[in-house]
């Protein structure tokens, strides 16, 4: 079958392009780079903003096998209690769970490091599996490093007391990414993503407003994106650290994005080390997106993930190295806290008529150790 | 895919042109032993990975964008 | 169609890889290569005095070019101290040259790690340059004459049986 042709013609591609990375494959080389190291994170997170409170723990090990391999397994949970404002205009407020668990192995090779890694995600009515495959490589005696990455995710959609219901969506995600070493004190890195989506898009759940009606929402069953960014870091000497990072994004939706970010870290101390940033995003609305349609067309929707609006970010960090030992383990206890005050511009609430805005606060307890 | 396209046919073209001419071959700039200032946590390109996950997450699920996040390089570059 | 374009890109960025790494393949090859004399250089110690290379012909002489903040440096410092004691005695001689900006810093490290051997203070790189190093950490073997032996670059856990051989190698 020719689909069966093509994905043996694009097995072999990738192995051919992993073996032009990788050179010929000799057993017992000397490496150029070293395997992640052994770690043990938790982290406590919580957001509450827009009527939307969401919360859980996080946990992440990595352990390295023999020297060869490392493997890393990680936990995600988010209790959301979703009273946001679609929810309490158009359906009453809800309380859901999603699980996450992650399974990676890194694998070294001279100057090159595989990671091969899958993801389940599910909640009561979505579920959605990804694998990924990322290949870095080092060159330029270390100078610039290399990243191609390619990640596939397949969502089964349903919806809460409607077995009726039932749909997919696939994505997929290619990723290349250039790190720089511009000087002994400045890095640069560039990332450029392209993505593609196929499937049920949208929410069951989500109305559009279309006459002043409400109706269920209509989303193309494609969408294609590409985003490319580009960041800067450097050394400060005694003044700790700064980056700057700008990303561009477009896609078959109309939407256009740019994000700014710049963010300065430095030590206090011997056990110290604080980080402040701030971050912008703008955005312009999907091409089928409204608040209150006056027109009837094939797509229409109301969601406020794609209407016009901007968001900026103020945040810090604090992070507290409560035991270390050189070469032996390293235990750091961070704390986070970020304000994001989000505005619409063609998005409106429902129950006063006024362009629609809100603030929210992130706040994020880790506990990291390195051995 | 035009963009990735248009990439490999800069790439290709900038090699068939490179490869005519005796180029002076360029050498790393920042040697092994004076990365000192890279190899600090402070300049990484992305410290924790859990809490990343997780801003990652809140933007991905309340804005349109998605995408072009992060690959770590830099660092020490032992071994 | 979907997997047309997968195969599609999968081609574009293998062109990509392909070249990038065609372009860029050249890396620095080392001035310092077996046979040749190893260059003399005099260094301050950590415990005060110079140490001057030409004082150990006659010895088998390691040089190790490490730093505090190179991760295998300070994984390879015990096994390195371990082949000091045993062979000193037997005309082995361990110079361990740091790189660190910050001398404090070395001492520190090299005092929390139990070394024994001389560590050698080259702040300004001075040293480092002059043996060209494009690795951290390089270990270098110098036999009885003053010349060049072996040459490793990077450390990985097992390399110091591959040391010890050398080393028995050239105290014979």
Redesign the interface.
Known sequence: MA?TR??I??WH??L??LG??LGVLAPGV?????LP?DKA?A?L?S?IGGGVNAYGP???VRKSIM?KVSLSG?Y?M?AVSNASIDVVTTASKYNETRHEFGLSADYVYRDAQITLGAMTSHEPDYVANTGNIDV??????????????FTKASDKVGKKNSPEFSDHA?H??????????L???W?A?L??????D?GYLGSPYRSARVFGAFVPERNPRTRS?????V?L?G?LGNF??I?FGY?Y?T?T?D?K?H?AEAGW???FGEAW?ADIFARY?T?TH?NFYSDNAMTETVYVSRNR??STFN?IGLGGRLSYNVRRV??RYDVKL?G?YEYTR?KFKDFTDVRTGELYGYGAN?F?V?L?ATY | MTILRALACAALLGATLLAGCSVPKLEPWVKPYERERLADPIMKLSRDSLPDKHFEHVRDVREGARGATGVQGGGCGCN | MKTLSIVRSASALRIVASVVFAVVAGTASSAIAPSTPAPDFSLHAMSGPNMRLQDQRGRVVMVNFWATWCAPCRQEMPQLNRLYQKYRSSGFVLLGVNVDDDPSKAAEVATKLGVTFPVLLDADKRVSKLYDLNTMPSTVLIDRDGKVRYVHRGYLAGYEDNYEKQIRELLK
């Open positions: 689909a093509a994905a013609g694009l591609r990738l051919a392009l032009s990375l000397s490496r150029a780079v070293d190291g994170e982290l997170h957001y996080a946990v992440l020297d990680t995600y988010d870095t490589q080092e060159v330029f005696g270390g100078m610039t490093t290399v990243a191609f990455g696939h997929w995600q290619y990723r290349f990414g250039l790190t720089q070493i000087t002994s004190r890095l890195s990332n450029f993503d392209a993505l593609s196929d994106s590409r985003a490319g960014k960041k870091v050394d700790g650290s980056n990303r994004y896609d939706w939407i994005a994000t870290s430095r030590y080390l995003y955005q999907a993930q794609l968001d050189p070469g961070i986070t989000y992130l994020q880790y990291s």
